[in-house]
């Protein structure tokens, strides 16, 4: 009897929503387990059908940015409840509102929130909807990064606070005009920040105790651009990309390797710099708003990068709010003045061609954007692919959901899904500007006013 009824739990279990014959990844942190963008899973749908894919939960949240982590059965989500204030999108001022910062633990599986933690933060930045960072989650901690600069490190299973740090008050950091963006890297025993000040653009902190290991860089300002971490030369270097420079460091120390003008404008260093194999040698590509983009090569023994070609004007392409990626000799991404997912010759910054089916629909403006997550079942080395991915899901500002095949010739797609509403605005239209989570076979992804989970399971 116990055999038999061991054989019947085992048929059951494999017949229940999300059990699969293999094992399901998560995505702790911002662009996923390797910070890559790249999602590895398996047994996953190659193409979204005409009535679109299975929901499996929908909750309401509050207003935010960030991005949902998953991570060992939970997602978890940053928001923000306003209590007073006006929001208005304006670029050039910030919104003075008045609210609590939220970090959310929901269960993956039904949607049910299994705890909250919360604190009172004024803001007084631009876009203020909400954070802008999506938590990062290692070794039962959840560590986030609110949009004023409250740094968080938070028991995974309880909500309880380990310890914390405010930016501004510890370092005289200023709260850039669009917030604190750079989600927060665990690397080893150190989670590096963008935090700003004189000669704390970047700290490490010992991530367990939340002392300070290590501080380093002044800029004019920090910028928005997430820590990097990259591997050239046989050297694990992190890339800190401030306002006016990129800047290679010493992970363990914050000792100085090399450093690189790079300079966009209203100090918009935002993207993640990309580091790949190409025709030209191990390669790393950044670019911003202001048409200024550049491509290095990066030294074969040791620390270093001298430059290959600077953008011109129609040439290559400056992004901003999503990070674009290196297969083969082709760079893919959304350009910021034209708002057209675009494709680049990497040996040359020629475009290849665009499109604003990805990005803005219909619509014509600046800063159209698209998040680009590489389905790579078979793994991938993170370092750029021979040739381009198979599927590329891509989730664009109009909560569309889209499955396509990037490819030097062309964009092609395999069917898309309204995922969710955009409820915020940018120039007008209305956008949803959230990097979504690949894990357990389903896509999460939020807007303003709710969390959703989809089956993207075969």
Request: proline share 6%.
């Given at each position: 009897?116990?055999s038999?009824?061991?054989?019947i739990?085992?048929?059951?279990a494999s017949c229940?929503?999300?059990?699969?014959?293999?094992?399901?990844?998560?995505?702790?942190?911002?662009m996923?387990?390797?910070?890559?963008?790249v999602?590895?899973?398996?047994?996953v749908?190659?193409a979204?059908?005409?009535g679109?894919l299975?929901l499996?939960w929908?909750?309401?949240?509050?207003a935010?940015?960030?991005?949902?982590a998953?991570?060992?059965?939970?997602?978890?989500l940053?928001?923000?409840?306003r209590?007073?204030?006006t929001?208005a999108?304006?670029?050039?001022?910030?919104?003075t509102?008045?609210?609590?910062?939220r970090?959310?633990?929901?269960?993956?599986?039904t949607?049910?929130?299994?705890?909250?933690?919360?604190?009172?933060?004024?803001?007084?930045?631009?876009?203020?909807a909400?954070?802008?960072c999506?938590?990062?989650v290692?070794?039962?901690?959840?560590?986030?990064?609110?949009?004023?600069?409250?740094l968080?490190c938070?028991?995974a299973?309880?909500g309880?606070?380990?310890w914390?740090?405010?930016?501004?008050?510890?370092y005289?950091?200023p709260?850039?005009?669009w917030?604190?963006?750079g989600?927060?890297?665990?690397?080893?025993?150190l989670?590096v920040?963008?935090?700003?000040?004189?000669g704390s653009v970047?700290?490490?902190?010992d991530?367990?105790?939340?002392?300070e290991a290590?501080?380093?860089?002044?800029?004019?300002?920090?910028?928005?651009?997430?820590?990097t971490?990259?591997?050239s030369?046989?050297?694990?270097?992190?890339?800190?990309?401030?306002a006016?420079?990129?800047?290679?460091l010493d992970?363990?120390?914050?000792?100085?390797f090399?450093?690189?003008?790079?300079k966009?404008s209203y100090?918009?260093?935002?993207?993640a710099?990309?580091v790949a194999?190409t025709?030209?040698?191990?390669?790393?590509f950044?670019?911003?708003?202001g048409q200024?983009?550049a491509?290095y090569?990066?030294?074969?023994?040791g620390?270093?990068?001298?430059?290959l070609?600077?953008g011109?004007?129609k040439?290559?392409?400056?992004?901003?709010n999503s990070?674009?990626y290196?297969?083969?000799?082709?760079l893919y991404g959304?350009?910021?003045?034209?708002g057209?997912?675009t494709a680049?010759d990497?040996?040359t910054?020629r475009?290849?061609?665009?499109?604003?089916?990805a990005t803005?629909?219909?619509r014509?403006?600046?800063?159209?954007?698209?998040f680009l997550v590489r389905?790579e079942?078979?793994?991938?080395?993170?370092?750029?692919?021979?040739?381009?991915p198979?599927?590329?899901?891509i989730?664009?500002?109009?909560?569309?959901l889209i499955?396509a095949?990037?490819t030097p010739?062309?964009?092609e797609?395999?069917?898309?899904?309204?995922?969710?509403e955009?409820?915020?605005?940018?120039?007008?239209?209305?956008?949803v500007?959230?990097h979504?989570?690949?894990a357990?076979?389903?896509?999460?992804?939020?807007n303003?006013?709710?969390?959703?989970?989809?089956s993207v399971?075969k």
């Amino acid at each position: 009897m116990h055999s038999r009824s061991l054989v019947i739990g085992i048929v059951l279990a494999s017949c229940l929503p999300g059990a699969s014959r293999l094992r399901a990844d998560d995505w702790p942190q911002w662009m996923g387990p390797r910070r890559d963008g790249v999602w590895r899973e398996a047994d996953v749908v190659e193409a979204i059908p005409a009535g679109g894919l299975p929901l499996r939960w929908r909750i309401a949240v509050k207003a935010g940015y960030a991005g949902p982590a998953v991570a060992n059965g939970r997602v978890y989500l940053m928001d923000y409840d306003r209590r007073e204030g006006t929001l208005a999108n304006d670029p050039g001022g910030r919104s003075t509102l008045a609210g609590n910062e939220r970090v959310l633990c929901i269960d993956a599986a039904t949607g049910e929130i299994v705890w909250k933690h919360e604190y009172d933060c004024p803001y007084s930045i631009s876009y203020a909807a909400g954070p802008r960072c999506t938590p990062t989650v290692a070794d039962g901690k959840v560590y986030t990064l609110g949009a004023e600069g409250h740094l968080t490190c938070l028991d995974a299973t309880t909500g309880a606070v380990i310890w914390k740090k405010d930016l501004r008050a510890d370092y005289g950091a200023p709260t850039p005009i669009w917030g604190f963006c750079g989600h927060p890297l665990v690397e080893g025993d150190l989670l590096v920040c963008l935090v700003g000040g004189p000669g704390s653009v970047a700290v490490a902190f010992d991530r367990h105790s939340g002392r300070e290991a290590w501080r380093a860089i002044t800029a004019s300002e920090s910028g928005y651009c997430p820590p990097t971490m990259i591997e050239s030369g046989g050297q694990r270097q992190l890339v800190i990309w401030d306002a006016d420079k990129l800047n290679s460091l010493d992970v363990a120390t914050g000792r100085l390797f090399w450093s690189q003008p790079l300079k966009p404008s209203y100090g918009m260093s935002i993207m993640a710099p990309q580091v790949a194999d190409t025709s030209l040698g191990r390669i790393l590509f950044a670019s911003g708003i202001g048409q200024v983009g550049a491509l290095y090569r990066l030294a074969e023994r040791g620390p270093g990068a001298e430059i290959l070609w600077r953008g011109k004007p129609k040439e290559a392409m400056y992004c901003a709010n999503s990070t674009p990626y290196v297969a083969g000799d082709t760079l893919y991404g959304c350009d910021c003045e034209t708002g057209y997912l675009t494709a680049a010759d990497v040996t040359t910054g020629r475009r290849l061609w665009e499109t604003g089916a990805a990005t803005m629909g219909d619509r014509r403006g600046r800063h159209g954007t698209a998040f680009l997550v590489r389905h790579e079942p078979a793994g991938g080395t993170g370092r750029g692919e021979a040739k381009p991915p198979a599927r590329t899901w891509i989730f664009a500002e109009t909560g569309d959901l889209i499955v396509a095949r990037l490819t030097p010739e062309k964009y092609e797609e395999f069917g898309r899904m309204r995922l969710l509403e955009p409820t915020n605005e940018c120039f007008g239209r209305e956008v949803v500007w959230s990097h979504p989570a690949f894990a357990g076979r389903s896509v999460f992804a939020r807007n303003d006013v709710e969390l959703v989970c989809v089956s993207v399971e075969k």
